[in-house]
């Protein structure tokens, strides 16, 4: 079955610090990819999506991406963290260039200290 | 504009009684799905529908849930005899832009089931 991994289920960073949450997937054909956010008691929010072409993608809030497709990877960063940065990022893929349903990660829950 | 609102936002029941959720898009999409989501857990596809057609269903959706999507506008989804793994947030979502398919969703802030 496809899926997606999110190796670390619980980071903390210090506020202005660097930040890269990783997400690895199954092969699958075409894959599209996708970073959402999830504060407490809030909906899911679309960071960055990823369909073809430049590998290296923005997101709002100042969130990017890379996909490297020889590692199945879509690892998200950021170069300085906020402390409004603090909530559950998960990574989701759709196979078949976007015509199977979103599959998500069991998330990374980031936690950013003073 | 892209938006879903879902009724009711949170569900206390007991066990074994029957619950149903809505979700309506406010503006026309063709897809329209639903997950659930657990604590600490991400969202996870239950099913989905293109117009008012059902075209896929997960395995986790047992006999006990049905969804149904009568006018390809709204849709409903039933948990009968409900039980206390039930208890979760049920997501619906759509398309973002309507009449696309690329798998970039737009998530209600769903409906929280408790089962006591």
């Known amino acids: 079955a496809q899926s997606v991994t999110q190796p670390d289920i619980h980071i903390t960073v210090s506020e202005g610090a660097s930040l890269e949450l990783r997400c690895n997937y199954s092969?699958?054909?075409?894959?599209?990819l996708f970073w959402y956010v999830q504060s407490p008691g809030q909906g899911l929010q679309l960071l960055l999506k990823?369909?073809?072409?430049?590998?290296l993608v923005q997101g709002i809030k100042g969130f990017e991406a890379e996909f490297k497709r020889s590692q199945s990877s879509f690892n998200l960063r950021k170069p300085s963290v906020h402390w409004s940065d603090a909530a559950e990022y998960f990574c989701?893929?759709?196979?078949?260039?976007?015509?199977?349903?979103?599959?998500f990660g069991k998330g990374t829950r980031l936690s950013v200290i003073a | 504009d892209t938006g879903v609102s879902q009724d009711p936002r949170h569900k206390i029941t007991k066990r074994g009684q029957n619950v149903t959720f809505r979700c309506d898009p406010i503006?026309?999409?063709?897809?329209l799905y639903w997950y659930r989501q657990t604590l600490g857990q991400g969202p996870e596809f239950l099913t989905y529908?293109?117009?008012?057609?059902?075209?896929?269903k997960s395995r986790l959706l047992s006999d006990r849930f049905s969804a149904e999507r009568p006018k390809g506008s709204f849709s409903t989804l039933e948990i009968q005899r409900t039980e206390q793994g039930d208890s979760a947030m049920y997501l619906c979502?759509?398309?973002?832009?309507?009449?696309?398919?690329?798998?970039?969703?737009?998530f209600g802030e769903g409906s929280r089931l408790t089962v006591l």
């Open positions: 989701a893929v759709a196979f078949n260039s976007g015509n199977t349903p979103l599959v």
């Open positions: 092969y699958g054909a075409t894959p599209y």
């Open positions: 990823y369909f073809s072409g430049d590998t």
């Open positions: 503006s026309e999409h063709n897809r």
């Open positions: 529908f293109q117009n008012e057609a059902q075209l896929e």
């Open positions: 979502a759509v398309p973002y832009r309507a009449g696309t398919n690329t798998g970039e969703l737009f």
